[in-house]
C-alpha cells in the first residue's frame, strides 16, 4: 500500500509503509532499537511536509507565481476526480491556466510553467518511492530475519 501511495497522491504512502513496519514489530517476536523508529518516523514526517511542497516549488522554480501556484492546485483537484492520471493533467493544465492568465497569454511561458508543475509532481513521487522502497525492503529484512530465526 505504501508504494501505491506513493503514486496516487491521496494515499501517504512513506506514511502507511511506516506504519506498516510497525505493525510487522508489534506482531512478530522482532525488535527494532526504538532510536531507529524514533528517526525513521521524524524522516517520514519531514518528507511528508516537504513532499507537499515539491510541486510548487516546481512551478516556481520554472517562473511560475500566485495565480499559477493557485491553477496548478485547483488543477490537482478537480484532476483527483479523473482518475487514474487527471490529478497529473489537471495540475498541467491548471497551472498553464494560470499562468496564461498571469502572464498576458504568453503561451510559452504558461507552458514552461505547466512543465515545471509536472516536473515537481514527479520529483515529489520519485522521493516518495524512494522512501517507500526503503521502508519495503526494511519490512522484508525484518520478516525473513523473523522467519530464520525460528
Known amino acids: 500500500m505504501g508504494l501505491i501511495g506513493s503514486i496516487i497522491p491521496v494515499i501517504p504512502g512513506p506514511i502507511l509503509a511506516y506504519i506498516s513496519i510497525i505493525i510487522l514489530i508489534s506482531s512478530i517476536d522482532q525488535s527494532l532499537p ?6 525513521w518516523g521524524v524522516v517520514v514526517f519531514f518528507f511528508s511536509i516537504i513532499e507537499n511542497f515539491i510541486q510548487f516549488y516546481g512551478v516556481k522554480l520554472f517562473g511560475g507565481r500566485k495565480l499559477s501556484l493557485i491553477g496548478s492546485t485547483i488543477g490537482f483537484l478537480i484532476g ?3 482518475p487514474p492520471i487527471g490529478f497529473i493533467i489537471g495540475t498541467f493544465i491548471g497551472a498553464f491556466i494560470g499562468a496564461s492568465i498571469e502572464y498576458n497569454n504568453n503561451t510559452k511561458k504558461a507552458l514552461k510553467i505547466a512543465f515545471g508543475s509536472f516536473i515537481g ?14 521502508f519495503v525492503y526494511e519490512y522484508c529484512t525484518i520478516f525473513v530475519g523473523f522467519l530464520t530465526s525460528n
Open 34 to 39: 526504538l532510536n531507529t523508529l524514533m528517526i
Open 80 to 82: 483527483l476526480f479523473i
Open 121 to 134: 509532481f514527479f520529483g515529489s513521487v520519485i522521493l516518495k518511492l524512494i522512501i517507500s522502497f526503503y
